[in-house]
């Protein structure tokens, strides 16, 4: 089991700036002569001992007196008083005999008497204390103070004013009458990631998946206690992930074990009752048939769950006052009353023709395969991804499949089951239902599975005879295997093998035609997804193999049917085939649709597939703000869904961009961590992708020779190290490298491949780069009408950045050739959008030419944050907001000691020291 603090057994105060800073604004004032109090209220379990106990850590100078009442001492007279005034009896000879005599007499004897005298003794005798150092009265449940304690304390908490003394008591929900007056904290449920930071350090160095981690969160409502004791209910396979969580989730601790013990003194009916409530997640019960309606001499069964506290009417449906009583009413109960409480809830959902929600509890009442009900909960799960995603449609379909006696059926509906646990972002329960199938659909998905997260190549070996096997019985599966061994190919950079995979799904759907889809079953090519598999297939295969207006024909067609179709697998294909043949505005259009609808669906695992190819096509338009933001979540996203291979895509993209900020540490970082794991898993895109960027990075510091001999060389990569499109794609950097390093390259047969490309696609901004690669290469007039029309292109093109670097080296040439003046206009217009765009070597680059053509380069003067980069601003932002260099490195996925250099660099820009100085100026 999962360990906590056994003494106090509460969450740290995770989450609770606000109510800290108020806390600390109260001992500062203490600290001045001024008193204040306040009561802390909040449901069982929200940390209103935790923040206790951390006023008394930050009062160390304090005279600190605390109580913390037990349920047995409410009645015994006095039992709090003498808690909490203890430590502070040596005082009492300071005091008028009197009010001595008073408080000695009631504290010895356990007789309050006059509720006044004491009160005013007890008052008297904090004001002596605090007249010697300042006073933290802390006094904990204070609901569950002895009434004449109540009494003492609430009198002397309104009347320390100017003692120097601070009063915090902690009470349930509903204050107390007696403590009018006293301003009130309340304790509202904590925000998700406060929930999801506090389960992953109770979890420690035990495997606690994402996914697990947020139901958890979600289940636990905000209270940090309750998190804690569901956390305690798991065992290590749910933790992991393996094994599905129980619904609603079983928790374990002395807060569950007091709702427990309120539950089991319901009377039966009551309880049996709050049975049903607890095993209802979808929204209000039913009514039932067999239970006649309170009113007309028929009782309210849940009358006595309503004063205990237990349970209360919210809009249209009873539901449990706390997280935790939820999970005590239904798994304090016996397997069989649990199974009685589906059942009725079953024929309630029936009489209300609610047959989905009817199916689930069916499932839940019985144990013996049923394949009425197996079926009715299949059908409730597809319907479910719509409604409320994969993660819970993938119990449903694991139900069905226990409820299945045809095992063939079985191991598909648990195919179903894995794949939805898989597209929710978790790999561990995917693997685990997929231990108990044997089939060549679960092959497909193991093969997906590894493609993201394995060696890439393996994959494409393993589902060759799968698809042959399926070829004749499946055809539209047959082709969604060669899909994925065709994706395993080309990620790896295998492109023979890629090449060799299209043809096979080319004969297959050739052959099918010929055969004839008799069954009308969707396994013929004019169904929508085949054709749009073949042509997305055919297509990338024609392009890598220089058919470019075939290519581009065909993937055009590829990019208007997953624009039909809708689904976010169908439109990251269809973003890949728009990238490849250069539509990225169609690009960005598929994979932002994409990311949105597996945002919608909880297709967390096709999230950052999406990003992925949304990222490109920002950084193509020269977005580079939106490409990180892009780039980042789909990290983030990858990481957690186990896919480590799409994670290097994005690492690839976040040095990508850093290269042409000129963000040299990041760039390298993310770079060097991108080429690893392609180096380990044997993947060629993102291996390319980070190469390029290294290349890039050189180019924009002057390093042009060294640029061009890492260009050649991604020219000329295999599989496992490059990548076609990536080797399609570097040539106008390799033709700039290889003329601005002198290194000689052979760069014509790239060049005319590149034009092939570019006038297949249609676009305007990659004509243009045709242009300019031709230019650089001639001299002269020649060049400048080459640069002309590449300038006359990118008018009607979308990438400012690309038109900035055309004017760029346009501008050098016309200063080469003597033009000064006109080098000026281009090199002007090419500083401003390189500054507009955070691209620093660029800019740089603009300025010096600008200063060699006798040109002015004054701009406005920077101040205070503007002379950060983008990537030391998000820093300086981090860390003003109080993040050590730790956090600010996990959240930017970059080391400790690359936010540390970053860090140093930022003060010396600055002009400061520390962490306060920063925080002041970046919050101006």
């Not at 206790?52 to 605390?66: K, S």
């Not at 309050?112 to 008052?123: I, R, S, T, V």
């Not at 007696?178 to 160095?205: D, F, Q, S």
């Not at 144990?367 to 819970?392: I, Y």
Request: overall charge neutral.
């Amino acid at each position: 089991m999962i360990s906590v603090n056994p003494l106090t057994r509460t969450a740290p105060p995770l989450g609770r700036d606000h109510e800290l800073r108020a806390v600390r604004h109260l001992l500062e004032a203490a600290r001045s002569g001024h008193s204040g109090g306040l009561l802390v209220t909040g449901a069982p379990g929200a940390g209103r001992t935790a923040l206790l106990e951390h006023a008394g850590d930050e009062a160390r100078d304090f005279t600190v007196l605390r109580a913390r009442a037990a349920p047995g001492e409410g009645r015994l007279p006095l039992a709090g008083l003498h808690q909490l005034l203890r430590p502070a009896l040596p005082y009492l000879p300071r005091l008028p005999s009197t009010q001595r005599e008073t408080l000695t007499r009631a504290l010895d004897t356990g007789t309050p008497g006059e509720a006044f005298p004491l009160a005013n003794a007890a008052l008297g005798l904090f004001a002596e204390v605090a007249a010697e150092s300042p006073l933290l009265i802390c006094v904990d449940d204070f609901h569950l103070l002895d009434p004449p304690s109540q009494k003492a304390v609430a009198f002397a908490a309104r009347r320390l004013t100017h003692d120097g003394a601070v009063v915090l008591l902690s009470a349930r929900e509903g204050d107390p009458d007696r403590l009018t007056g006293i301003p009130v904290l309340r304790l509202r449920p904590l925000p998700e990631k406060a929930v999801l930071r506090l389960l992953i350090e109770a979890a420690g160095a035990e495997e606690l998946a994402e996914p697990v981690a947020a139901a958890l969160a979600t289940a636990a409502e905000g209270n940090p206690r309750a998190a804690l004791e569901l956390l305690e209910g798991t065992g290590p396979e749910q933790r992991s992930g393996a094994l599905a969580l129980d619904r609603p989730p079983r928790s374990r601790g002395e807060l569950t074990d007091s709702f427990a013990e309120a539950l089991a003194r319901l009377p039966e009916a009551t309880r049996l009752s709050l049975v049903k409530i607890a095993a209802e997640p979808h929204g209000p019960l039913p009514p039932d048939p067999s239970v006649p309606p309170p009113g007309e001499g028929n009782t309210d069964l849940l009358e006595p769950a309503r004063r205990a506290g237990l349970i209360v009417e919210e809009r249209d449906r009873v539901v449990f006052t706390h997280p935790l009583a939820r999970s005590a009413g239904y798994h304090g109960a016996s397997p069989a009353e649990r199974r009685s409480a589906h059942s009725a809830l079953a024929r309630a959902h029936e009489a209300d023709h609610d047959t989905g929600r009817a199916a689930w509890h069916r499932a839940l009442a019985g144990s013996a395969p049923d394949e009425r009900v197996a079926a009715a909960l299949q059908e409730e799960a597809h319907r479910t991804v719509e409604r409320d995603g994969h993660s819970p449609a993938s119990l449903l379909h694991e139900h069905a499949a226990r409820l299945t006696p045809d095992p063939v059926l079985r191991g598909l509906r648990l195919t179903d089951a894995a794949r939805s646990a898989w597209l929710s972002g978790d790999p561990n329960r995917a693997r685990r239902v997929l231990e108990h199938v044997r089939s060549d659909h679960a092959d497909l998905l193991r093969a997906e599975i590894d493609l993201r997260s394995s060696v890439a190549i393996d994959a494409s070996e393993r589902l060759g005879p799968t698809a042959d096997r399926l070829a004749r019985s499946d055809p539209g599966a047959a082709l969604r295997v060669l899909l994925q061994a065709g994706e395993a190919s080309c990620l790896s950079g295998d492109h023979e093998r890629f090449f060799a995979t299209a043809e096979r799904a080319r004969a297959l759907m050739a052959g099918t035609l010929a055969a004839g889809d008799a069954n009308g079953d969707g396994t013929g090519v004019d169904h929508p997804w085949n054709r749009l598999v073949l042509d997305y297939m055919t297509g990338k295969a024609a392009m890598f193999q220089g058919r470019h207006r075939e290519g581009a024909v065909l993937l055009g067609r590829a990019e208007d049917t997953a624009d039909l179709l809708g689904d976010p697998q169908a439109l990251v294909l269809g973003g890949i085939a728009g990238l490849l043949r250069g539509d990225h505005v169609r690009t960005r259009a598929l994979a932002g649709r994409a990311a949105a609808v597996a945002r919608r669906t909880g297709a967390l695992t096709l999230l950052p597939q999406a990003l992925e190819f949304l990222t490109y096509a920002e950084m193509w338009f020269g977005r580079l703000s939106l490409a990180e933001e892009s780039a980042t979540e789909g990290l983030r996203t990858a990481l957690e869904s186990g896919q480590d291979n799409c994670a290097s895509h994005h690492r690839g993209a976040l040095a990508f961009v850093a290269a042409i900020r000129g963000e040299e540490d990041t760039c390298r970082e993310h770079a060097g961590t991108a080429l690893a794991m392609a180096g380990e898993h044997d993947v060629g895109l993102p291996a390319g992708l980070a190469a390029w960027a290294l290349a890039l990075l050189d180019l924009g510091a002057g390093r042009g020779a060294e640029a061009a001999m890492r260009l050649r060389a991604l020219a000329r990569s295999g599989p496992g190290s490059g990548h076609a499109a990536v080797r399609l794609l570097i040539t106008p950097h390799l033709v700039e490298a290889s003329v601005r390093g002198g290194v000689a390259v052979r760069v014509q047969g790239a060049v005319e491949t590149f034009a092939s490309w570019a006038e297949a696609t249609g676009q305007d901004t990659a004509r243009a780069q045709v242009m300019r690669c031709r230019g650089l290469l001639h001299e002269g007039g020649a060049a400048n009408a080459y640069f002309e029309s590449a300038l006359d292109l990118h008018a009607s093109g979308y990438c400012d950045f690309e038109e900035a670097r055309t004017r760029l080296l346009y501008g050098g040439h016309l200063r080469r050739s003597r033009h000064p003046g006109l080098a000026r206009e281009h090199l002007y217009t090419a500083v401003e959008v390189f500054d507009r765009l955070g691209a620093v070597p660029w800019a740089r680059q603009a300025r010096e030419e600008l200063r060699a053509a006798r040109g002015s380069t004054a701009v406005r003067e920077d101040s205070g944050v503007e002379l950060l980069s983008p990537q030391q601003l998000r820093i300086a932002r981090h860390v003003a907001g109080g993040a050590t260099n730790r956090e600010v490195a996990a959240r930017l996925f970059l080391s400790t000691r690359t936010v540390d250099h970053h860090l140093r660099n930022i003060y010396s820009k600055l002009g400061i020291r520390s962490r306060v100085e920063l925080s002041r100026l970046v919050g101006q």
